[in-house]
């Protein structure tokens, strides 16, 4: 008997290896999900000088027991005047990875840029194939506000590492990725960790010129239109500063491109990277080219239908970022290149080629990726949670520890002689408080038989930090 069980162990540990090999954690879709719309991480100046409030959306799966999920941050695009977390693409993103076991924050950032001071709608042109808000001042104004929108994103990882312990996630892996100029925001907020990265256009400048009368009536321009364009500030921004930095593991780009390939790589701990681009992009060139170039000089130029995007700055697609990888050879951070080799010059006007291909492979992808960036700092769900007191309990949250971790009957919670006499609140994963008390001496029980199995958040009056836990038997 004893050596049946054995051999039953065994093949059991065998099979269990087998299946991580074949799928790691955190890629295959196994749950489903929750999500909070509308969530304030801060506010910001815009580019005319008015307070911006920041929302996200955050979406967590639901029935899983894991104590330290990833973090998935995603970018919207729309050319840096449009677009937002309501975006189709980045609302079925944060589905799929929230399925896989991820908590996944859906971002807004602050848009807009001073438009042209000469712009001429011409006759065969209309709205339908051109957008008169995209006719920018000059260069600066996309610096500017690739940085506004870095600075914004920042702020977002650290707000989500913030709420490690109500999200149950892992602050030592955090993701970004972006579509378009959201994946040109994603590369400036994974890659710029030095001051000297910030672009002199992001310093004071000289005030933007009044633009064209002819932008009003297409509603570009804002009613209270501050023209001055101040320094910007540092490129951390000042949103939810102090506990955490905003670093992150992993940048996804999707048609996307960067201003500078030389800041792209880092000395320490670069982040690994997922690239996808299609060549028949016509808004952002897969090589190297102006921003919307393939659209001004092969769209519109041989028909003169249109006033050319002359002002926007050139940027290294991701085919340019993927020759330059393989370039350093053993140098290059972990990445891969998921490139449509399907330019045709003077013909991708109508192809739809600044898009996706196949949604559900390139996430896939994306996904085994940064799975493996994850195995490899020890992130396993299985064990997470029988570790959580040496991972995240008694490193990070300030004095405040709870045993047994997972709880069954009773838990323990230790705390400093200063905290006597505060009150103890229990939160479950919907913010809801299920259970509430005094904390009596420095090791006070609770019952915790009424509670039902899943993850709970202890908080104690006056700290704003706490620590998650997870009840394994109850109602």
């Known amino acids: 008997m004893k050596l049946n069980k054995v051999y039953f162990i065994l093949l059991f540990f065998m099979s269990s290896y087998t299946n991580a090999i074949a799928q790691l954690p955190y890629t295959a879709n196994q749950f489903t999900y929750d999500s909070l719309i509308d969530v304030s991480y801060g506010q910001a100046t815009d580019y005319t000088g008015n307070q911006v409030a920041l929302l996200l959306d955050i979406y967590k799966p639901k029935m899983d027991a894991n104590c330290l999920r990833p973090i998935m941050v995603l970018v919207h695009g729309g050319a840096w005047i449009a677009g937002s977390k309501e975006d189709a693409n980045m609302k079925l ?6 399925k ?3 908590v996944v924050a859906n971002i807004n950032y602050r848009l807009g840029t001073h438009k042209a ?31 506004r929108g870095m600075q914004d994103a920042k702020g977002a990882i650290r707000f989500m590492k913030n709420r490690n312990s109500i999200d149950s996630s892992d602050v030592n892996n955090v993701f970004i990725a972006g579509e378009s100029a959201g994946a040109f925001i994603a590369y400036q907020t ?20 009044n633009p064209d009368n002819n932008l009003n009536m297409y509603g570009c321009i804002p009613t209270n239109n501050n023209l001055a364009r101040p320094d910007l500030g540092d490129i951390e921004g000042n949103l939810n500063l102090g506990a955490f930095d905003a670093s992150v593991k992993g940048i996804g780009s999707f048609y996307g491109a960067t201003f500078d390939l030389s800041t792209i790589n880092q000395l320490v701990d670069t982040p690994c990277v997922y690239l996808f681009h299609q060549g028949a992009d016509v808004v952002v060139n897969y090589q190297y080219g102006r921003i919307l170039g393939r659209t001004s000089w092969e769209c519109y130029a041989q028909t003169n239908l249109c006033q050319s995007y002359y002002f926007y700055p050139f ?18 951070p972990t990445y891969q290149a998921d490139i449509v080799y399907n330019y045709n010059y003077l013909n991708n006007c109508f192809s739809n080629g600044h898009s996706i291909d196949n949604f559900n492979l390139r996430v896939q992808n994306m ?11 020890s992130n396993n769900p299985q064990f997470n949670c029988s570790l959580i007191g040496v991972k995240k309990n008694e490193q ?11 709880a069954h009957h009773q838990l323990y ?44 958040f202890l908080n104690i009056e006056g700290k704003s930090k706490g620590v998650n836990f997870t009840v394994n038997t109850g109602q």
């Open 93 to 98: 993103m944060c589905r799929e990875f929230a």
């Open 190 to 209: 994974a890659f710029t960790d030095q001051t000297i990265e910030k672009s002199s256009f992001c310093n004071a400048i000289s005030d933007a010129p």
């Open 315 to 332: 940027a290294y697609g991701n085919e340019n970022i993927n020759q330059y990888y393989t370039s350093l050879g053993a140098l290059a």
């Open 117 to 147: 001071a000469s712009y001429n709608m011409y006759a065969l042109c209309n709205n339908s194939i051109s957008a008169p808000c995209g006719y920018i001042s000059d260069s600066a104004e996309i610096f500017r506000a690739n940085y």
């Open 413 to 456: 919670i230790k705390v400093v002689q200063d905290l006597i006499g505060k009150r103890y609140k229990i939160y479950n994963v919907f913010g809801n408080i299920v259970l509430s008390g005094n904390i009596t001496s420095t090791i006070t029980v609770t019952e915790i038989d009424k509670l039902k199995q899943g993850i709970y």
């Open 396 to 406: 990070q949250q300030d004095n405040i520890f709870v045993y047994p971790n997972p």
């Open 367 to 377: 996904a085994n990726l940064f799975a493996n960036k994850i195995a490899s700092s």
């Open 100 to 102: 896989k076991g991820w």
